[in-house]
């Protein structure tokens, strides 16, 4: 599916925007919408797992589904 569609996915159901969970982790605006591309660190990904309560082992998996 791509990690960012399985983010954009999960703030659907958390009732977020994508532009909202960068604000609220400090990630970079626009940043999320090119990990399919450009892999962020595994920080960052824990960070967006955490505000979203959701595993990080759900978002790993599209990491290295993507490679």
Same mark, same amino acid.
């Given at each position: 599916?791509?990690?960012?569609?399985?983010?954009?996915?999960?703030?659907?159901?958390?009732?977020?925007?994508? /532009?909202?969970?960068? /604000?609220?982790?400090?990630?970079?605006?626009?940043?999320?919408?090119?990990?399919? /591309?450009?892999?962020?660190?595994?920080?960052?990904?824990?960070?967006?797992?955490?505000?979203?309560?959701?595993?990080?082992?759900?978002?790993?998996?599209?990491?290295?589904?993507?490679?």
């Amino acid at each position: 599916m791509g990690l960012y569609k399985t983010i954009q996915e999960a703030c659907e159901k958390a009732g977020v925007s994508v /532009n909202k969970l960068e /604000n609220d982790t400090g990630i970079t605006r626009g940043s999320i919408y090119k990990w399919d /591309n450009h892999k962020p660190s595994f920080d960052k990904v824990c960070l967006v797992a955490d505000y979203l309560k959701i595993p990080v082992d759900d978002l790993r998996k599209e990491c290295e589904a993507d490679s």
